[in-house]
């Protein structure tokens, strides 16, 4: 069972080391675990989770509870700030499960939209995300593209 955890002393070096996992690709396409945490730290808004299958530590994902760029007509809304399955996890279900997830917590908490934004040298994660249902908004953001998945 995919379950998103605290990020606590008992397992913060092991969010860490999660981002050593990823090809060189992949390390250009989403910040270090690290930065990550490091913008929770200072940023109200961030809602940092540790994706565990059981007991087995797979993956990292932060959101934004609110973010000011998402136009005013699709809020409230929740942005997907980080999202990442450990290299020796991907292609088996987690990131569907994950995205699962996040939409029930989001639809609960009444939000119209969940946003996200990808790299486009490859072909993922973009059609991981448009496959998912998110619709490509066809604007950029610091050089990614921005998708946006409608919750109501």
């Known amino acids: 069972m995919i379950l998103l955890k605290e990020i606590d002393k008992d397992n913060i070096f092991k969010v860490l080391k999660l981002s050593e996992t990823l090809d060189d690709y992949q390390k250009t396409c989403v910040a270090p675990n690290a930065v990550s945490l490091a913008q929770a730290y200072i940023s109200p808004n961030a809602w940092p989770r540790a994706i565990y299958d059981d007991e087995e530590l797979v993956g990292f994902v932060m959101l934004s ?3 000011h760029d998402i136009q005013k007509e699709d809020q409230p809304a929740y942005y997907l700030w980080r999202f990442m399955i450990a290299k020796p996890y991907q292609s088996k279900g987690y990131g569907k499960q994950v995205l699962d997830l996040i939409v029930k917590k989001a639809k609960e908490e009444n939000q119209k939209y969940l946003y996200t934004s990808c790299e486009m040298g490859e072909a993922m994660p973009y059609q991981f995300y448009i496959r998912y ?5 066809h604007v950029m953001d610091d050089g990614e593209e921005v998708l946006k998945l409608k919750l109501t």
């Open 65 to 67: 509870l609110y973010d």
């Open 133 to 137: 249902g998110f619709m490509d908004t």
